[in-house]
Every structure is written in C-alpha cells, then in structure tokens.
C-alpha cells in the first residue's frame, strides 16, 4: 500500500467512527500509537468531519444569532488547528527528506504534501456525504442521478490525487523536487495582527 493509498484508509476509517455518533461534541478515541503519522491522519480527518457538520449546524436558517456567533467562533477555531495539524504533517515530511539533496534542476510543487493529503482528507468526506444522498429513499430520480454522477467524479477525483500525492513523495525522495513547510499566520486569530482585536483599546 503507497502512502497515499493509506491516508485514504485512514480517512475513511475516521469518516466512519464520526458517523457511528455523528455528534459534533463527541470526543474522538484516535486509535493510532500516539506520535505516528496515522495518529496524526485521523485526527486531521476527525477535525474535517466535526467542521463539516459545523457548517451545516450553522446554515440553518432558523438558528439563534447568539448560537449561530459562538459556532461561527467554534469553526474559527477549528480552522486553526486543522491549519496546525496540517503544519505538522508537513513537519514529518521534511523530517522524512531532510537528507535528500535535491537535484540541481529541482522544483518545487505549488503545494506541500500535507495541504494535497487536506485535500484528500476533505474528498473522504464528501464522498461519504455524496453516498448518503445516492442512497436515500426518499429522493426523486432526479436528485439521485445528479448525486450518482457527482459520486463518480469524486471518486476519479481521489484517484487522481492519490496518484499524484504519491508522485511527489517519490519526486521529493529522488530529489527531483523539494519542499518547504510554510507556516500559514493567520491574521484573524492573532490579536497582534486582526486590527479589529488590537483597536478595541483605542475605542
């Protein structure tokens, strides 16, 4: 099994266990050895699948603006620990290749192998999600067939970029590209640099 190939596993694997509770404030039990990088997978998908049904919570037409605000601050935090996890990942690569000498005509990849592996972790979910809909018995024919459709692109989408997931790490092992780790700095969390959060004193 590639990788990748085991991201996907691992995914579908988180996506599930959410489901058996399907409850935003259910504490997750990684059952992964705590410092491997399965550990770190499930719980970036756990993350994806606790934000995914936040923002469903959230779209409700009919919820309660005081409710609606602490969610919306609720996924602000999420979003940043996805971003960490993310950055972590990241880190385990770089630890992985920190002795590959890239070639003299390496490039680099307009992303890094954590943020295509979030991408992959996202496409777990929305292929659970789009199952459901091809599934349900209460839907015209209409609905099912769109949904089928979108089912399959999805699942060619997650076999592409399981594909070129694995590409890249074998690119970045012979050095035929390298990688940096970028730390995203998000402006919005930091109070040192939201003009909305460092003004309040001058109000």
Same mark, same amino acid.
């Given at each position: 099994?590639?990788?990748?190939?085991?991201?996907?596993? &691992?995914?579908?694997?988180?996506?599930?266990? =959410?489901?058996?509770?399907?409850?935003?404030?259910?504490?997750?039990? #990684?059952?992964?050895?705590?410092? +491997?990088?399965? %550990?770190?997978?499930?719980?970036?998908?756990?993350?994806?699948?606790?934000?995914? %049904? !936040?923002?469903?919570?959230?779209?409700?037409?009919?919820?309660?603006?005081?409710?609606? $605000?602490? $969610? @919306?601050?609720?996924?602000?935090? +999420?979003?940043?620990?996805?971003?960490? /996890? &993310?950055?972590?990942?990241? +880190?385990?690569?770089?630890?992985?290749?920190?002795?590959?000498?890239?070639?003299?005509?390496?490039?680099?990849?307009?992303?890094?192998?954590?943020?295509?592996?979030?991408?992959?972790?996202?496409?777990?979910? @929305?292929?659970?999600?789009?199952?459901?809909?091809?599934?349900?018995?209460?839907?015209?024919?209409?609905?099912? #067939?769109?949904?089928?459709? @979108?089912?399959?692109? /999805?699942?060619?989408?997650?076999?592409?970029?399981?594909?070129?997931?694995?590409?890249? !790490?074998?690119?970045?092992?012979? *050095?035929?590209?390298?990688?940096?780790? =970028?730390?995203?700095?998000?402006?919005?969390?930091?109070?040192?640099?939201?003009?909305? /959060? =460092?003004?309040? *004193?001058? @109000?």
């Amino acid at each position: 099994m590639t990788f990748a190939e085991n991201c996907n596993t &691992v995914f579908i694997r988180s996506t599930l266990d =959410y489901h058996l509770h399907d409850d935003v404030d259910f504490v997750a039990v #990684n059952p992964f050895s705590a410092g +491997s990088i399965d %550990h770190l997978l499930y719980a970036k998908n756990w993350i994806d699948a606790v934000q995914w %049904h !936040l923002e469903d919570i959230i779209r409700d037409p009919n919820i309660d603006p005081v409710d609606a $605000l602490a $969610l @919306k601050r609720r996924i602000d935090r +999420s979003n940043q620990d996805r971003t960490d /996890l &993310v950055e972590e990942i990241d +880190s385990y690569f770089r630890d992985i290749y920190a002795d590959v000498k890239p070639a003299p005509d390496a490039s680099i990849n307009t992303e890094s192998p954590a943020w295509a592996i979030d991408r992959l972790s996202i496409l777990a979910l @929305k292929i659970f999600h789009m199952k459901v809909e091809v599934d349900r018995t209460d839907a015209d024919d209409q609905h099912l #067939n769109s949904c089928r459709a @979108k089912l399959n692109v /999805l699942l060619e989408q997650r076999a592409d970029l399981t594909m070129a997931i694995d590409n890249l !790490l074998d690119d970045i092992a012979a *050095g035929r590209k390298f990688m940096k780790v =970028y730390r995203q700095m998000k402006m919005y969390n930091d109070p040192a640099t939201n003009p909305v /959060l =460092y003004g309040k *004193g001058d @109000k």
